[in-house]
Structures are given as structure tokens and as C-alpha cells.
């Protein structure tokens, strides 16, 4: 890395759509013969045991859409939303948008959010009393993460009515993915409060949890933010990405410090923003042999970028020492 001390972005391609998949010969089975334009919405192609049943039951059916890029629906999102009687969205526009790039019906169509959802909650159950199957989406990746999904979750739980959850996208573990921080243990903490000092004494409460932290957060407010973070949290190793799955994805890694400074004079970027923050850094500063196995064992399959960014990352140690001990070592070695 040739300035390690500068927090710096990468930007991923994106798949417009599906591609054809490489050749290899002959295909031994009938789930490998598939190519992605044979594959139906009602899995009519897929081996038996990956079918989805043809005719769904009363009951609720939390489905996660993509969190940007269309093409990430699932196969089993896509025959949910086709067989449901009602479905529940934030914001009709953007799930009507969905719908018809994937030649749905949107007329079955509901809002159901936070401003409504005790209203909207009370005939939603109703429709499900009277033996209707209601599909509940969000505008974006896994319901009931950030909205109020949980409340009809509960109610049904409370009248004995199905809940059942169809998988799919979420910023929270695409983000993960993206920071390559550790994801053994991490905690979701949602959006932090607007006002400072709210969010200062909020950043608290967290600050001794031992885990990856992710966080969600407006554009606006991103640079003071990170700015409270560093205060607050410390020098500890972050992630911000926005606009994931999209055509302008991007992914920026460094310090807190780091990008509080970037993103002050940067200012608010565009899109939506998840941001992750790696847990307390330890008090206990590795040696230097401590530091030269580490790199040793990173060169063996990584770049001395990627293994210095790494390691300076896990031990909190400056990335430009880390980079010029791991570029010293892969000189000795000649790896």
C-alpha cells in the first residue's frame, strides 16, 4: 500500500444482469446443466428437492429483496411475491418498481410503515385471519431490520397465524463481507441518534462491547458521525460502504480518524451508506516477532498490501510500519 496512512476506496463491477456461465464440458448432473436464462421464477428447472412448494398457505412470508441490484432477488422472493394475495411494503412506488421489472403484479400492493403501522398492522391481521397470504417486504434487503415488520411478527405469534421468512440480501452482512474486519461476533446498532450530544452518550454504551460494530447512517450526518466515533470509540479500524450492488459501489477502509478527516473534506457523499467498525482495540501492543509471524503467514497467501492493511488494522499499529516490515520480510524470503 503506498500511502498507508490515507484511508483509500475501491469500487467493485457490477453485474447489469445475468451472465452466461463458463464452459466445461459435459455436466454430470441436471441442477449443473442449468445456465442462469433456464432458471423460471417457479423453479420448474431446479432438482426436485430445490422446488418451492406450488401452491403457498395462509400466513405471513417475510421476504428480503436486493438492497440495489434487481438481479439479487431469489428465486423463492420471486414466487412468493407472485402467489401472494397482499403485499406489504414500506414505499409502494419502489416495490411497484421491483415488481414490474420482474413482470409482477404490483395492484395487490399495501403501505405499511412506521407512521401507519398500527392502522394498517390491524387489517393486515385480519387479511391474514381470513385465510389471505400477505408477503412483507421492505424497500430494501431483510424485513424487520430497521422497521416495524416485528410488530405484525408478533401479533401473529400472539393469534397462532404462520410466520414464515424467505432469505435473501441485507446491508448488515453485505457490509460485513465488504470490511473485512472480524465477523465472529458482531453487534447491528442501527442508526445513531441525530443530535450530538445524544449521540455522543449513545456511542458510550457501546464502547466496551467486544465485538465488530455495524452502524447505518444518513449521508448528511456520515462526517459528523465518524468524527464522534473517533472521539468516543478511538483510533479503531472501520469500513464505510455505500451504494452496495450498484454501479457506483464503494468501499473505503481506514482508521476512524481517518475517515472522519476524509469525509470532512470530502463532504456528504451520495447513496446509502453502512458503516463498520472494528471492536476495542487490545492494550496489549504485539512485539515486533509478534508482528513478523503474523506477515509471514499473511505473504503466504496475500499481497503485502492486503496482509500490512490487514494486520495494522487488527493490531491498531501504523500501516506504513506495517507495510515496510512486510515488504523487508518478503524481500528476505524473496516470496
Known sequence: MAQPKKPHATKSQKNSGAHEPEKHGKKSSVSRSLDAQQITADG????????????????????????????????????????????????????????????????????????????MGSRIIEQLKSGKIVALVSDAGTPMINDPGYRLAETCREEAIAVESIPGP?????????????????????????????????????????????????????????????????????????EMTKMFEEVRHGTLPELAAHYAGAGAPKGEVTLVVGGPISDETPDNDDIDARLRTALLSESVREASQRIAMETGLPRRDIYNRALALKAETGQ
Not at 398457505?57 to 412468493?80: E, M
Not at 421491483?98 to 410503515?113: E, F, K, M, N, T
Not at 454504551?205 to 472521539?231: K, N, Y
Open 44 to 119: 420448474s428447472l431446479l432438482p426436485e428437492a430445490s422446488k418451492p412448494p406450488q401452491q403457498l398457505t395462509q400466513g405471513l412470508y417475510i421476504v428480503a429483496t436486493p438492497i440495489g441490484n434487481a438481479a439479487d432477488i431469489t428465486l423463492r422472493a420471486l414466487h412468493v411475491l407472485k402467489s401472494a394475495d397482499v403485499i406489504a411494503c414500506e414505499d409502494t412506488r419502489v416495490t411497484r418498481k421491483l415488481l414490474q421489472i420482474h413482470g409482477l403484479d404490483s395492484s395487490r400492493l399495501v403501505s405499511y410503515h412506521e407512521h401507519n403501522a398500527d392502522k
Open 170 to 242: 441485507s446491508a448488515v452482512t453485505n457490509a460485513l463481507v465488504l470490511a473485512g474486519l472480524p465477523t465472529d461476533r458482531f453487534m447491528y446498532c442501527g442508526f445513531p441518534p441525530p443530535k450530538q450530544g445524544k449521540r455522543r452518550t449513545w456511542l458510550g454504551g457501546v464502547i466496551a462491547v467486544d465485538a465488530t460494530l455495524v452502524f447505518l447512517e444518513s449521508p448528511q450526518r456520515l462526517a459528523s458521525s465518524l468524527a464522534d466515533m473517533a472521539d468516543v470509540l478511538g483510533p479503531r479500524a472501520a469500513c464505510v460502504t455505500r
